[in-house]
T-cell receptor
């Protein structure tokens, strides 16, 4: 596609449920990031994928969060047993090679845990 | 904690005036910096970038200045327009590739 695509755009879930957020990066981009943005805040790094290398998971806030990237393309961020504090916009970005290159962002998924 | 921050959380500017948005960073190893613009309900959009071997870079109506001595980055927008109203983030990238973002500055353009 022309840009980074995320789905769903909005997700409302009940506390304790699991959710899956999807990211389709720009074709050919080897690097993929997930960030979280709480209301009125900056972007909090969650996880980074680069090609076939082991992902950098250092930003995941708890073991309820996990992400995978299949075939070096589509990525899924999974949040298990959601809590109200997980409510935020989850942004995905991709770039050609990662370090020192521009990251292109998707529109984000707004997650609301009720 | 975050290594990138903004001096001011909000900026109100008259349409047609120039805007200056400031950013301080603390990681002296950072070698690549980006300014992003985020409009309501959208993802951040790239504005301009600069590498540490430069101190100034110009784009269309925007200029980024980098002062490595005091670890300061600024974004200047010439002839600010209503469409420039948004949240502006600076981001830094050290050699570990993660982009670190500050809290952002909300720019409001007055007609």
């Amino acid at each position: 596609g022309a840009g980074v695509s995320q789905s769903p755009s909005n997700k409302v879930t009940e506390k304790g449920k699991d959710v899956e957020l999807r990211c389709d990066p720009i074709s050919g981009h080897t690097a993929l990031y997930w960030y979280r943005q709480s209301l009125g805040q900056g972007l909090e790094f969650l996880i980074y994928f680069q090609g076939n290398s082991a992902p950098d998971k250092s930003g995941l806030p708890s073991d309820r969060f996990s992400a995978e990237r299949t075939g070096g393309s589509v990525s899924t961020l999974t949040i298990q047993r959601t809590q109200q504090e997980d409510s935020a916009v989850y942004l995905c970005a991709s770039s050609t090679t990662g370090a020192g290159t521009e990251a292109f962002f998707g529109q984000g998924t707004r997650l609301t845990v009720v | 904690g975050e290594s990138v921050g903004l001096h001011l959380p909000t900026l109100s500017v008259q349409e047609g005036d120039n805007s200056i948005i400031n950013c301080a960073y603390s990681n002296s190893a950072s070698d690549y910096f980006i300014w992003y613009k985020q409009e309501s309900g959208k993802g951040p959009q790239f504005i301009i970038d600069i590498r540490s071997n430069m101190d100034k870079r110009q784009g269309q109506r925007v200029t980024v200045l980098l002062n490595k001595t005091v670890k300061h980055l600024s974004l200047q927008i010439a002839a600010t327009q209503p469409g420039d109203s948004a949240v502006y983030f600076c981001a830094e990238n050290a050699n570990d590739y993660k982009l670190s973002f500050g809290a952002g500055t909300t720019v409001t353009v007055r007609a």
